[in-house]
């Protein structure tokens, strides 16, 4: 080997500490993504009049600095992901406020600013900052730690509710109170948040128009408009066990959203159900893997982090399938690292390089105390 065990050198330290088999799992599925950005994206850009590898090269250019990202990040150690979560979650904050006066609207939300959507890095930014104070009031009793969370919580989500994404809201929220589990909030605070959140949820009802249009269309298909999620059941039907083979799907040729939204379904339809079940399986073993290494964590922050990231990411995995599938009501989420979007891309590439850098903190520790053994004799 190049790199050998007595070398005391950054890449060799990271390179024997790095989770290599997550590492490895990121790495296949990014790749994933590139193969189904090819399938499923050109009809979708020669529909609206752009080069049929639009889409394409797109999902390549922000997967080279996502990649780039993800493996500069996983290089941090805790004090270092502290920082750039704090520095990235007050800094999407304020752009996500700026979006509100001069973003564009955009299918009549506020969501982007200068070409990205500050509220897909403020997800993982709000975890570590929530999973760092949390564990500061571990430490420090006497420390304000859960309140500073609680407020920090209110402002993002009051953001989030104004743009308006009550998708993304319901994610976070959803996100937040398992890491509140894990901290080790009593019930009571349980039940009142899920009966605030059943609260949110009936006010999106009554005063968001195309949010009880969704969940009436979902409810009873037979009263509106249900192309979409009709036209993805039926792919997976037509792609039966094995599939139709690549570019032999009908559904992106119809599907508005065949490259964001609703990709599982085209894998379903051109690769058969064999494939889904894998690409399951893909996810299953990130989200699995990352909570057996959150378990044995012995630090609160770490173990926080780590779990209340990958909770997002296996929750918005599920919500994207289940959308898919007709099993949930039409909402706009992607699917990590498989759908077309260079926010959620580089977003879901900083969680995963935070993941990755936490999860190399107990062996990061050993190797620089047996280092400094070494130094000593």
């Given at each position: 080997m190049l790199i050998s065990r007595s070398d005391r050198g950054l890449?060799?330290?990271?390179?024997?500490?790095?989770?290599?088999?997550?590492?490895?799992?990121?790495?296949?599925?990014?790749?994933?993504?590139?193969?189904?950005?090819?399938?499923?994206?050109?009809?979708?850009?020669?529909?609206?009049?752009?080069?049929?590898?639009?889409?394409?090269?797109?999902?390549?250019?922000?997967?080279?600095?996502?990649?780039?990202?993800?493996?500069?990040?996983?290089?941090?150690?805790?004090?270092?992901?502290?920082?750039?979560?704090?520095?990235?979650?007050?800094?999407?904050?304020?752009?996500?406020?700026?979006?509100?006066?001069?973003?564009?609207?955009?299918?009549?939300?506020?969501?982007?600013?200068?070409?990205?959507?500050?509220?897909?890095?403020?997800?993982?930014?709000?975890?570590?900052?929530?999973?760092?104070?949390?564990?500061?009031?571990?430490?420090?009793?006497?420390?304000?730690?859960?309140?500073?969370?609680?407020?920090?919580?209110?402002?993002?989500?009051?953001l989030l509710v104004l743009q308006p994404d009550f998708g993304q809201t319901v994610l976070v929220i959803l996100t937040f109170g398992f890491m509140l589990l894990v901290w080790g909030i009593s019930w009571r605070y349980v039940f009142g948040l899920a009966a605030l959140g059943i609260l949110a949820g009936g006010m999106a009802y009554k005063f968001a128009s195309h949010v009880a249009s969704r969940i009436d269309r979902f409810l009873s298909p037979d009263i509106g408009d249900t192309f979409q999620t009709d036209t993805a059941t039926a792919a997976f039907n037509n792609g039966g066990l094995m599939g139709a083979g690549p570019g032999g799907g009908v559904a992106k040729l119809v599907l508005p959203d065949a490259h964001t939204d609703f990709t599982f379904a085209v894998v379903g339809e051109e690769f058969g159900f064999l494939a889904c079940v894998a690409l399951m399986l893909l996810f299953f073993f990130i989200v699995v893997r990352v909570l057996k290494r959150a378990k044995i964590e012995d630090d609160p922050f770490a173990a926080l982090s780590m779990t209340g990231l990958i909770t997002m990411f296996g929750l918005q995995t599920c919500i994207n399938m289940g959308v898919n599938v007709g099993l949930l009501p039409a909402k706009g989420m992607t699917l990590p690292f498989i759908s077309y979007g260079g926010s959620s891309l580089l977003g879901t590439a900083l969680a995963m390089g935070f993941i990755l850098a936490l999860a190399r903190g107990r062996t990061v520790r050993d190797v620089r105390k047996y280092s400094s053994e070494m130094a000593v004799a």
């Open positions: 890449l060799a330290r990271w390179w024997f500490t790095i989770d290599l088999a997550l590492l490895s799992s990121i790495l296949l599925l990014m790749a994933i993504g590139v193969l189904i950005s090819m399938a499923a994206s050109p009809p979708v850009a020669e529909r609206i009049g752009l080069d049929a590898f639009h889409f394409f090269r797109s999902q390549l250019f922000w997967l080279f600095f996502g990649v780039i990202g993800l493996v500069a990040v996983s290089f941090f150690d805790a004090v270092w992901v502290r920082r750039l979560a704090f520095a990235t979650f007050f800094g999407s904050l304020v752009l996500m406020a700026l979006a509100l006066k001069i973003g564009p609207e955009i299918k009549g939300a506020h969501r982007w600013i200068f070409g990205m959507q500050p509220s897909e890095f403020a997800k993982p930014a709000f975890v570590v900052f929530a999973a760092w104070f949390l564990a500061d009031h571990i430490r420090r009793p006497d420390m304000p730690g859960h309140l500073i969370t609680f407020a920090a919580a209110i402002v993002f989500l009051g």
